[in-house]
C-alpha cells in the first residue's frame, strides 16, 4: 500500500429513498445529512468530513435529481449537475429491495452523460432487506447495466447503513478512488455547512413529520435571523433563532398552525431540541408561517429563498 496522502469530494446519487442520507451519516459517523423516511428532503449540499491519517473524504449530500415541473425543479438539477461533475467519485444507490427501473436508470444515464464524467461506484443498498439469492440478482443487473447504459463500475458493493455491513468497505473503496492531495479541512471538523442552512433543515424535518405526503414540496423554511442573545453570562448562552415556514396556501398555513396553534407549538418544541442537541446550546425559537403564493414556480421569490 502506499502511503501517500488523498483527499477529495464524493456524493451520493439515487432515487428518493434509496438510502443516501442514511449512508452518508454511517460513514461520517455524525448527524450531518437529514434523514428522513419521506422522500425529497435533503435540498442543500450538506458536507460531511472524514479524516484519517491516510486520507480526507468530503461528502456532499445533494438534492435528488427529478424530471423538472417547476422553475424550483429545473434549477436545483442544475445545482446537482454542477455538483456531479465536481466530486471525484460518485456513489450510485441502487437500493437492493427494489427491482432496477426508469428511475434508476435515468439516474445513472444523467450521470453518464456528465462531460467531467467523476469515478462511479455502484452500490447495492439496504442489504438486510433481502436474501443472498435476491441480492445475487441484483449485482448481476447492476453489472449490466455497464454494458447497456456505456458506463464503468470502479466497484459494486452491496451495503447496509442501518445493520452497518459493509460501510467501512464503501468508505474504504472510495477513498481509494481518491487523488494524492492534502486534507482540505483541519481534524475534528464534521461540517462545513454554515449553521442556519442546518437548523433551517432541522426545522424543516420537525414541520413535516406526520403531515400528508403531499405537503413536503411545498414547504420551505428560511431562518430570518440567528444570533446569540447579548447580556447573557458567558456560561450561560442562549441562542435566538427567528424562522419562517413558507407555504404556498393559506390552507396549508392552517395544517401547519393546527388547532389553536397546537401544531406549531409541537413543530416548535421538536425543532428547538434537535437545534440544541446539534449546537450544543440552548435556543430560543421563533416560528412563523408565511404564505407565499407559487413560490415554486416565482423567479423573484426563489431569489429571496436564496435558490
Ligand atoms: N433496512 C434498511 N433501511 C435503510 C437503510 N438505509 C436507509 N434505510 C431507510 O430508508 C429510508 C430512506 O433513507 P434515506 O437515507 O433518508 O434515503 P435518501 O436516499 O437520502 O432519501 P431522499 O433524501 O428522499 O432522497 C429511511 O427510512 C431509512 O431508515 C438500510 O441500510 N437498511
Known amino acids: 500500500m502506499s502511503s501517500e496522502h488523498r483527499s477529495g469530494f464524493a456524493c451520493f446519487v439515487g432515487r428518493p429513498n434509496a438510502g443516501k442520507s442514511t449512508l452518508t451519516n454511517a460513514i461520517v459517523g455524525s448527524k450531518v445529512a437529514i434523514a428522513s423516511s419521506k422522500p425529497q428532503t435533503t435540498r442543500h449540499a450538506v458536507k460531511g468530513i472524514v479524516t484519517r491519517p491516510d486520507a480526507q473524504l468530503v461528502l456532499i449530500d445533494t438534492p435528488g435529481l427529478h424530471k423538472p415541473r417547476t422553475l424550483l425543479g429545473a434549477r436545483l438539477n442544475d445545482v446537482v449537475r454542477a455538483t456531479w461533475s465536481e466530486v471525484d467519485v460518485v456513489g450510485v444507490c441502487l437500493p437492493a429491495n427494489q427491482r432496477i427501473g ?72 472510495i477513498i481509494g478512488l481518491l487523488p494524492p492531495g492534502p486534507a482540505y479541512y483541519p481534524d475534528g471538523e464534521i461540517t462545513d455547512e454554515p449553521d442556519e442552512t442546518l437548523v433551517a433543515e432541522l426545522i ?68 428547538r431540541m434537535q437545534i440544541q442537541a446539534l449546537l450544543g446550546t440552548p435556543v430560543h425559537l421563533d416560528l412563523k408561517v408565511k404564505v407565499m403564493k407559487d413560490w415554486q414556480r416565482d423567479a423573484k421569490s426563489l431569489n429571496r429563498l436564496g435558490f
Do not use: C, N
Request: hydrophobic share 45%.
Open 204 to 271: 424543516r424535518e420537525a414541520a413535516l413529520e406526520g403531515v400528508r405526503d403531499e405537503l413536503p414540496h411545498s414547504i420551505m423554511v428560511v431562518v430570518d435571523e440567528m444570533g446569540l442573545r447579548e447580556g447573557r453570562p458567558e456560561d450561560k448562552p442562549l441562542l435566538d433563532v427567528f424562522a419562517s415556514m413558507v407555504v404556498e396556501r393559506d390552507s396549508q398555513k392552517g395544517i401547519m398552525i393546527g388547532h389553536k396553534g397546537s401544531r406549531l407549538r409541537d413543530v416548535g418544541t421538536a425543532a
Open 102 to 173: 426508469p428511475g434508476d436508470t435515468y439516474l445513472v444515464q444523467q450521470v453518464a452523460e456528465l462531460r467531467r464524467r467523476p469515478k462511479l461506484v455502484a452500490l447495492a443498498t439496504k442489504s438486510d432487506l433481502v436474501s443472498p439469492v435476491r441480492m445475487r440478482e441484483h449485482l448481476l443487473a447492476i453489472g449490466a447495466l455497464e454494458e447497456s447504459m456505456g458506463l464503468r463500475w470502479e466497484h459494486i458493493i452491496p451495503v447496509s447503513a442501518v445493520a452497518d455491513d459493509q460501510v467501512d468497505v464503501v468508505a474504504d473503496e
